[in-house]
Every structure is written in C-alpha cells, then in structure tokens.
C-alpha cells in the first residue's frame, strides 16, 4: 500500500521502477524504432495491460473473495459517524484508492474502522494514519 499525502492532488499514476536484461531492452527499443510503440513507457503500459487482462478472471475471483472493492472509496465523516452510532465497525478492502476525508478525527476512524487493506494507495491525514496504522494490513 502506497500512502499518499492528502494535502496535494491524488495521483492517477504511480511510477515503477523494473531492471531489464540488455538484450530484452534492446528488442523493446527496436520495437520503439519500427514504431510499434510510442517510446518504452508505452511498450511496458501495454504488456502490463495484456497480463492484467489475460489474469482477468483470477482478480474477479479474487476481489469477490477478498471482498474488494474496486476503484476509489471515500469515507467521509458523517458516513463514519452513522457507522458508530449503528454499533458497527467497517472492514475496508480496497483495490486502488482509499480516502479518509480530513474532517475525520483519529477517534472516529478507530471507532469505526476495525482493519484496513489496501492494494494502492491510501489517503488520510497523518493524524489517522496513525491511529490505523496497527489495523492496516500491509
């Protein structure tokens, strides 16, 4: 899990860093030069693509396993609030990004949120970070 300062824009990319043999570097720029790709950022965005689609199903499964849900969840403070004053506590499984609302104090979200992973990125004041951090599962 990626945790993203929440008082600058979120992303909607994050950078990743690979170390390529000489010789596959060399076939994926001559793939660049003939023009099958824009420049190599483009070639490693479609192989990353066609692997997520060809594993397609095994993440469908594996989100409804895991109870994931998928894209951007926010959690607000009133939502929080019912959450507490309804006796219940949230598990939070989220595929991409999770936001924590600033107005949302470090008692409300321990008393609301029982566990939280999060495959992406996580956003939240420091404050609550660190009142989750021994509920974040990493």
Request: hydrophobic fraction near 45%; proline fraction near 1%.
């Amino acid at each position: 899990m990626k945790l993203v300062d929440n008082t600058s824009k979120l992303p909607d990319t994050d950078k990743v860093t690979i170390n390529l043999g000489l010789v596959d570097l060399a076939q994926m720029d001559l793939l660049v030069e003939e023009g099958f790709y824009t420049n190599r950022t483009d070639f490693v965005r479609t192989a990353i693509r066609n692997q997520l689609q060809q594993h397609q199903e095994a993440i469908r499964q594996t989100v409804v396993r895991k109870r994931f849900v998928m894209g951007m969840q926010r959690y607000g403070k009133a939502e929080l609030e019912r959450v507490v004053a309804g006796g219940e506590q949230l598990e939070i499984h989220v595929l991409g990004l999770a936001t924590i609302d600033a107005d949302v104090t470090p008692e409300l979200a321990r008393a609301a949120i029982v566990s939280l992973r999060v495959l992406g990125a996580f956003s939240a004041s420091a404050a609550v970070k660190a009142a989750l951090a021994d509920r974040m599962d990493t």
